[in-house]
């Protein structure tokens, strides 16, 4: 398949090794060398970070939160940088970045749409935040997998629908190419040795994620040896 890094050769004894077809380093997903690639589309937008604590406190502690604490504990608008190539959106701080900030998106599992006040798909913090919109922003897309949802806001709508047409269209494009229906399309090297990388950098988010959930894990049960082993001792 087109989309494996790897390939099996046999060797003279008649079993099977795996030989790397290319070496392929996270580094070579810089913004300018994306850029030199011809994206589909590229551009800067304010990315909505959300606290982990925050999604889960009601609608008006919410409000409260964003409108008077201090910033680090509220929502907040961030600019970023957006690269849509071959089967990945990528987000780098500004178009000069050396690396990615995040995993990349895969866009054959993500869907992207324009979403508005009221909307009843709509999570409650983000209706809360549509008044505070960064200034010269007044319209939002959402990009969603079934592992994440993500808002960003740009000047227009007529920038937001750029967006989410070139982000559907990536998507059906690598439905296409995934189910072998694209032979006579033809498809950048260069792009394939991006999505490479791109799956490779996803591979190492995933690994340093779970390490972080298993110490997480680990520490919250010896806390709980460790309560219980003193409350033995003191009853």
């Known amino acids: 398949m087109s989309s494996e890094i790897r390939r099996r050769n046999v060797n003279t004894s008649g079993g099977e090794h795996i030989v790397p077809m290319a070496t392929y380093d996270e580094t070579h997903l810089s913004a300018p060398a994306l850029l030199a690639a011809s994206p589909i589309h590229a551009g800067f937008a304010m990315k909505l970070h959300v606290p982990v604590f925050y999604s889960f406190l009601p609608s008006p502690v919410q409000w409260a939160l964003s409108s008077w604490c201090p910033t680090g504990w509220s929502p907040q608008w961030k600019r970023r940088y957006l690269i849509a190539l071959g089967g990945y959106l990528y987000r ?66 007529e920038e937001a629908l750029a967006w989410v047409n070139s982000i559907r269209q990536m998507r059906q494009d690598s439905i296409t190419r995934n189910m072998g229906h694209s032979k006579g399309i033809p498809y950048p090297t260069q792009w394939d040795s991006f999505d490479a990388s791109a799956r490779r950098l996803q591979e190492q988010k995933e690994r340093i994620k779970n390490r972080m959930s298993a110490l997480d894990k680990k520490e919250q049960e010896m806390q709980t040896l460790g309560g219980s082993a003193n409350m033995g001792y003191f009853s």
């Open 92 to 157: 780098f701080k500004d178009e000069n970045g050396s690396t990615p900030k995040g995993a990349p998106i895969t866009v054959d599992i993500t869907e992207a749409r324009i979403i508005s006040r009221g909307d009843t798909s709509t999570s409650n913090e983000f209706n809360c935040l549509l008044d505070l919109l960064p200034d010269g922003c007044d319209t939002v897309f959402e990009v969603s997998s079934l592992a994440k949802t993500q808002y960003f806001a740009v000047e227009s709508r």
